[in-house]
């Protein structure tokens, strides 16, 4: 039997319209929800046993694949499931090459609480501050790297892009299924996050002309990483708030790096160190 209760042919069906509405930041906040593209977003919510509400999809697109079986399951749950056409699904997505399929996911199913309830079990020292970052690329990127390195939290500036936004969480490929997001933070806010337990040791602001090199930190403690926007760096309240202002040293006067890379560099620095205590505690 058919998990697909409906077959949409037409781009102006209302469905199409409410998954349109995504595409927009307002949209977004009106639905409290936000739009999932292509087989393997969706693959990733699964494993994390995220549902969604609404699944579009083209069966065609998705012959044999695995993931036909987990929408049966969402149809059997109460998930509306609806196949559609290539033409309706290119109306739908925001993606200039859709996959085949598109979901809706309420964002209270990734609240930050719930997600930092399921990776309890060891302690993650890493806090990563998001400091009014503009490009969608380079603060998916950020977020997929802050997952690879098992950052604690993600806290964002009011002025940062949308972290729902469409290519935000295409370039994240499943970190807003698993890592602990707090978008929308007033630096009072992001204060008392930093004032609570465990205790903060650090705060460190990426800095290009910063005297301390990033590798000369103990990462292996409780620290807080702020990375600047990418055209004006890190703001006065970002300056304010640091303990340690550092800096990633580059030959042949190249004067900053990109902020995705730069927030990586450093991540993984932290990653780096946690592994070799690792290591010599088993020796």
Known sequence: MSPFAQHITSPHNPRVGFLRSLHTSKGRRVAQAFLVEGPHLIEEAAKAHIRPDLVLADPDALAGSPLLGE?????????????????????????????????????????????????????????????????????GTILRSALAADVDAVLLTPNCVDVFAPKVVRAASGAHFHLPLHPEQSWDAIKAFLAGAPRMHQVLVADAAADTDYTAIDYTQRTAIIIGNEAHGPSAAARALATRHIRIPMYNRVESLNAGIAASIILFEGVRQRRAREEAKKQ
Not at 98 to 122: K, N
Not at 127 to 139: K, R, T
């Open 71 to 139: 929408i049966a399951l969402w149809a059997e749950d109460g998930v509306e499931v609806i196949s559609a056409t290539p033409a309706v699904l290119e109306r739908a997505c925001d993606a200039q090459t859709p996959q085949g399929i598109v979901a809706v996911i309420p964002f209270d199913r990734v609240a930050p609480v719930r997600l930092a309830g399921q990776r309890r079990g060891r302690m993650r020292p890493l806090v990563l501050i998001l400091d009014d970052l503009s490009d969608p690329g380079n603060a």
